[in-house]
């Protein structure tokens, strides 16, 4: 079993900056991306920033020149830096871990609890 554990997330001042962390265990686990996605009340959930374990990176458009997805593959962690932050970024972020177990060439997707982030205007 695999379990990605967030932190990093609060309450900021639009302009102000948040930096989240994500975890993942699982000894037999090869990660290949890891990610975050968001979720707005109201909205479908959609991807934020993901980087692949050669260091491939793709950003939401809206958040482009404002946050920094970076990865240590040797800590299986990933985290984002959230920069100039504004009340649209406000959701629920997720962390998420697609990788596949030792001797298994299927891919399979493992998602964190989810941490709150809150811009106040």
């Known amino acids: 079993q695999v379990q990605l554990v967030e932190s990093g997330g609060g309450l900021v001042q639009a302009g102000g900056s948040l930096r989240l962390s994500c975890a993942a265990s699982?000894?037999?686990?090869?990660?290949?991306?890891m990610g975050w996605y968001r979720q707005a009340p109201g909205k479908q959930r959609e991807l934020v920033a993901r980087i692949t374990d050669g260091g491939s990176t793709y950003y939401l458009d809206s958040v482009k020149g404002r946050f920094t997805i970076s990865r240590d593959n040797a800590k299986n962690t990933v985290y984002l830096q959230m920069n100039s932050l504004n009340p649209e970024d406000t959701a629920v972020y997720y962390c998420?871990?697609?990788?596949?177990?030792?001797?298994?060439?299927?891919?399979?997707?493992?998602w964190g609890q989810g941490t709150q982030v809150t811009v106040s205007s």
């Open positions: 699982g000894s037999t686990f090869r990660i290949d991306r």
């Open positions: 998420n871990a697609v990788g596949s177990f030792s001797g298994s060439i299927v891919f399979l997707p493992y």
